[in-house]
């Protein structure tokens, strides 16, 4: 008779070990929870937040919502706190904000923060440390979704659905705060929906497009002065494999 052998779960001291880096990110999380403090991580698991902001010349929490649009917490974070939270991430990217560079921008860690993008700034560009945090979006509209709600005509929704399907270039711009990176999502929605096949390349200086398809290739580039150059030949060299769109 075939005998079956139980095996013991594996116990605590015995799981894989983490890597450094991902040592090195999860304390990075912590310490930059610990400046925020639990206003602001509250507001980063809340869905219905999409930007946490603070202004340099009062230190209050504000909030973006989609529900009530912009809105105080009633709390206010210390400039030195904020001063210390911006030198953590600068330090991680191996930057130093200064008089002569002082600004940042950065993607948060992806435990607590998901990911989302920071822009920081301090003296003299503000009057003291400041900083906006725009999270990722946690759905991803459809074009169709667009015209249904009314942001998009039926005739402009099915243009662009055209363009996609005839390999146009399509250009997306606007203001701070628009609506263009949703926009971006919903092309590419789009184009892996109608095109699950197809072989997409991403090029981006801070993450913030999510694109679903299977095939896909993804570089990021950093637009710092003096790497120009660089970039350029950077992101021709991802183009060069063979690809659907990019």
Known sequence: MTQLELLDPVAPDQAAPRSPTAERLDRLDEMLSRYLGPTVIRAMADDDVTEVYVNPQDGAIRLDT???????????????????????????????????SPRLEAELPAATFAGS?????VPPVTAGPAFNIRKLP???????????????????????????????????????????????????????????????????????LQC?????????????RGLSGACKGYGLGLLQPSQDRG
């Not at 993008?117 to 700034?121: D, E, N, P, S």
């Not at 398809?213 to 637009?223: F, I, M, N, P």
């Open 66 to 100: 989609r529900s009530r649009g912009k809105v105080a917490s009633g709390v206010t974070i210390d400039a030195h706190r904020v001063e210390m939270f911006l030198n953590a991430v600068a330090a991680r990217l191996g930057v130093t904000l200064t008089s002569d």
């Open 117 to 121: 993008r920071l822009q920081g700034f």
């Open 138 to 208: 946690s759905v991803i509209y459809s074009l169709d979704d667009y015209a249904g709600g009314g942001t998009l005509t039926p005739i402009q929704c099915v243009a662009l659905q055209k363009g996609i399907a005839e390999r146009h270039n399509i250009l997306i711009a606007g203001g701070t705060n628009t609506g263009k990176t949703t926009l971006a999502n919903a092309v590419l929605r789009e184009i892996t929906d109608r095109f699950p096949s197809e072989r997409l390349v991403v090029l981006e200086d801070t993450v913030e």
């Open 212 to 224: 679903s398809a299977q095939d896909r290739g993804a570089g990021r580039l950093s637009w710092r």
